[in-house]
């Protein structure tokens, strides 16, 4: 392949979604947000963590294989790599059963041709206490961290364009942008559902972090909104997707929690959808001028 891009783009694009407990439901928002990201140029869809359904783990679990390939059919139909942000899984790559009752927090990358190019299972699991409705987040209770950093090729327009997968909890982890980074990572993908509290905080600022301590492009696909779950209970999250560049600068972004549905196209949308192009040639440069892998001695 050749490492000319100059000429041809890579846009990608970054979906913000109010997922509920409707499978069918979210299937239909997803289905339409990769159509319209597909007609506006994007070769990438980047899906928020949880995308398929916010809680009900287990019961979304069972349905991991139909899933994926109903996912993976939309990137084939539509030709297009998608990333999926996350779905729980039972098993682990090798296909063994996860063990002690839990999951696996699975994020995959599908091909145009619908093939599976990767999966990278989610390696830090949320803990923490929030003074929000739900209070404290373990997700260790129910998943089994990964073990395995994951780099996945994205091959478009004659170029080969190098991807690291992150989920959500991962961003509060440098290191793990930096082994990305130094496999030879372009960008990441950072698919997540944070807290409407801890993303207020912190969601832009770990992108921007995450995005200088790696020189690459950021990808942070959100989920955003009141999450109503069938035992009554309501989860609050961020949203604010965005796409940072390579210098910490926010390419563009979606500043909104609650999808906003008051002005015109926008009206009949589940989704928002926020685009960005990855400038090679000038990350390149960049990385030239702010050497600060040549410098790195701690790990």
């Known amino acids: 392949m050749s490492d000319t ?3 041809h783009p890579f846009t990608t694009a970054a979906i913000q979604m ?3 407990q409707d499978i069918e439901k979210n299937l239909t928002d997803i289905q339409a947000a990769i159509i319209d990201a597909h007609k506006q140029g994007a070769k990438l869809v980047v899906l928020p963590e949880n995308c398929c359904s ?9 349905r991991f294989d139909e899933l ?6 939309y990137a084939n ?3 297009i790599y998608v990333l999926v942000g996350s779905l729980p899984c039972a098993y682990r790559p090798d296909g063994v059963i996860v063990p002690n009752g839990r999951l696996r927090q699975v994020s995959q990358l599908f091909a145009p041709d619908g093939s599976r190019v990767a999966r990278y299972d989610k390696i830090h699991l949320f803990t923490a206490t929030v003074a929000d409705k739900q209070g404290s987040y373990n997700e260790a209770a129910t998943f089994e961290p990964g073990t395995q950093t994951v780099m996945a090729p994205i091959e478009v327009n004659d170029a080969v364009y190098q991807l690291g997968m992150m989920v959500c909890f991962d961003l509060r982890f440098p290191a793990l942008a930096q082994r990305l980074r130094q496999a030879g990572a372009d960008l990441l993908s ?3 559902a944070f807290t409407y509290l801890t993303g207020q905080a912190h969601w832009s600022l770990l992108l921007r972090a995450r995005a200088l301590d790696s020189q690459c492009m950021v990808i942070g696909a959100a989920q955003g909104g009141d999450h109503v779950y069938k035992d009554g209970n309501i989860r609050q999250t961020w949203g604010h997707t965005v796409i940072t560049a390579y210098d910490g600068t926010m390419i563009n972004s979606y500043d909104h929690s609650e999808l906003d549905k008051t002005t015109g196209a926008e009206t009949d949308k ?6 960005a ?3 090679k040639q000038a990350q390149v440069q960049g990385r030239q001028k702010l050497p600060i892998f040549d410098c790195h001695r701690l790990a």
């Open 190 to 192: 950072a698919p997540s």
């Open 5 to 7: 891009t100059e000429n």
């Open 277 to 279: 192009s990855l400038d």
């Open 68 to 73: 994926s390939a109903t996912l993976a059919n």
């Open 77 to 79: 139909t539509y030709n």
């Open 54 to 62: 916010m809680g009900q783990q287990f019961a979304t679990a069972e």
């Open 18 to 20: 109010n997922s509920q």
């Open 270 to 275: 589940n989704y928002a959808l926020v685009m």
